[in-house]
């Protein structure tokens, strides 16, 4: 997900209007483009900082991984949330807590490190759960007890206890990557950052010219999975706002690229010569959070006026065309945990704001901060809830960030900016599971990736027990309570998931997942 954060250095991010003008410098095929070209050119809305499994920060460093590395599953692309076989050529859950499998023997490493063998399988799962490394997705692996190996091919997994999300975002995404044991052992700290020691997958980052282009290239003689791939070259432009992207695929610099929403209506009515239009629902979700350890909102009756103040069928109508729904919760529909509607109604209600000020003594209206990433439909979005805010008498300053900055400012080892901020609006990436969107609100996480500092016991518990309850209708039950108490807490006003629109040249076909996430090895020449 892009939402783990943890002490290391944090660089390489960029405007969208400059990676725009990066993908018009790094590319020189122009509006013409051959449809013989074996380059792949893709749009994503991040640059790299950290590809160790352990530790990345975001889903663009997901898809890197899942073009270099592999797991013993992986995602399988299509409508359906599924998984399909990977580094295992045999996987079987035995039991609720055992999981035997056995390896391929085709896949190795590069820079001589040899076969990959079920001892790599043990050292990386172990290692993220293993509290001495810190791993902020240690909850991936938080009913692991071990791997045992029985031979170089074939291993179980141990669990403690069943654990629900295992085969919907453990195994099969990030925290499911194999790592090389002798390689990563070999490192100080036993972590890496953006230059793996080595690689298992079909293609190998080549060339990275930092808040520009990273470019994959197909390993020669590389037999595993998704061997000899159409594509032989892949070049991933991050380029942060969707708009600028829009202008380089229309450019003819891109094959691929997510679109903004308001985007939509126009792209359905006059689709762009040589292309077609995928709409994929989010797993996204957007919100307006509020500091409560902020001296200013430590009143919940402040920050429940902030959140009835503000109109979200405003915020959709203005900063996505409408074409976006209402959010209920954190999560979104078609997931177990999902609400049927929020405590607070979508238009608010203004004069029960009122009512709450002047409960809290502050009838006359008082000064505040939004903050959020400078990004063009959050920026539309905020001046909805500065005007929602000024209509109860609440004066609100907009302050736009650069992603280096933004991502920083709520993580306490980052400094002290987290003391500073009232209103974010904000959004996070997640996979289909409730407990990854539940995760990041915990009491663990305050000063972390919690910024609204909600610190609620009955919520950590509920999240904790969530995790290994194997019965959907009493985990549904749970996340509906949990987010209850979010928003009970006048700590979060739900505003959208989204949508993702993607835009595609008619010379590639595609592998996406359910969410419209990119699976590039299995992209194919159309």
């Not at 100080?188 to 470019?215: C, F, M, N």
């Not at 909102?297 to 409408?322: H, K, T």
């Not at 928003?487 to 359910?514: K, N």
């Amino acid at each position: 997900m892009s939402n783990e954060k943890f002490p290391v250095s944090r660089r390489r991010f960029m405007e969208g209007t400059a990676a725009g003008a990066a993908v018009a410098a790094a590319t020189t095929t122009g509006p013409a483009f051959a449809e013989s070209s074996d380059t792949l050119r893709v749009r994503n809305y991040s640059d790299i900082q950290i590809l160790d499994p352990a530790y990345i920060l975001s889903a663009p460093e997901t898809d890197v991984n899942l073009c270099t590395m592999h797991g013993l599953v992986t995602l399988k692309s299509g409508d359906d949330w599924d998984w399909q076989l990977d580094a295992a050529s045999e996987i079987d859950q035995v039991d609720e807590t055992h999981i035997n499998f056995t390896m391929r023997d085709d896949i190795g490493w590069t820079n001589g490190f040899g076969e990959m063998t079920a001892h790599d399988v043990k050292f990386s799962y172990e290692r993220v759960a293993d509290p001495e490394m810190a791993s902020p997705y240690s909850e991936d692996w938080i009913a692991l007890d071990r791997v045992e190996v029985h031979d170089d091919r074939t291993g179980t997994i141990v669990l403690t206890e069943p654990y629900a999300p295992l085969w919907t975002t453990t195994m099969p995404s990030g925290r499911g990557m194999i790592v090389c044991k002798d390689a990563v052992e070999a490192l100080d700290g036993k972590r890496y950052e953006a230059e793996p020691p080595a690689v298992s997958g079909p293609y190998e980052i080549t060339k990275w010219s930092p808040s520009q282009r990273l470019t994959l290239s197909a390993i020669e003689g590389y037999t595993g999975p998704n061997a000899n791939p159409d594509f032989k070259t892949i070049e991933i432009y991050p380029i942060v706002d969707e708009q600028a992207a829009e202008v380089g695929f229309l450019a003819g610099d891109l094959d691929i690229t997510t679109v903004p929403v308001t985007s939509l209506l126009t792209l359905r009515d006059a689709m762009p010569e040589g292309a077609s239009l995928l709409e994929h629902p989010s797993l996204k979700y957007v919100w307006m959070g509020i500091n409560q350890d902020n001296e200013l909102f430590s009143d919940i009756r402040l920050r429940r006026a902030a959140q009835y103040a503000v109109n979200v069928n405003q915020i959709l109508e203005a900063a996505y065309f409408g074409v976006a729904q209402p959010a209920t919760g954190i999560i979104p529909p078609g997931l177990v945990g999902h609400r049927n509607k929020p405590i607070v109604p979508y238009e608010g209600d203004p004069e029960f704001a009122r009512q709450l000020m002047e409960e809290a003594g502050v009838g006359g209206g008082f000064s505040c901060r939004i903050d959020t990433l400078n990004k063009s439909s959050y920026t539309a979005a905020c001046q909805v809830i500065q005007s929602n805010l000024a209509d109860v008498g609440i004066d609100a300053e907009i302050n736009v960030h650069d992603p280096g900055v933004w991502w920083t400012m709520g993580d306490e080892s980052a400094g002290d900016d987290w003391k500073e901020l009232q209103i974010m609006y904000s959004r996070f990436s997640s996979n289909p599971d409730p407990g990854w969107y539940s995760m990041w609100f915990t009491p663990q996480q305050v000063g972390i990736w919690n910024w609204e500092r909600f610190n609620n016991v009955d919520f950590g518990m509920l999240h904790a027990e969530a995790l290994v309850t194997m019965d959907p209708a009493a985990r549904n039950e749970m996340y509906i309570e949990m987010q209850d108490l979010m928003e009970e807490s006048g700590c979060y006003r739900f505003i959208t998931h989204e949508l993702t629109p993607t835009l595609y040249r008619d010379t590639i076909v595609p592998a996406l997942g359910p969410d419209g996430r990119y699976l590039l090895k299995e992209f194919k020449m159309a």
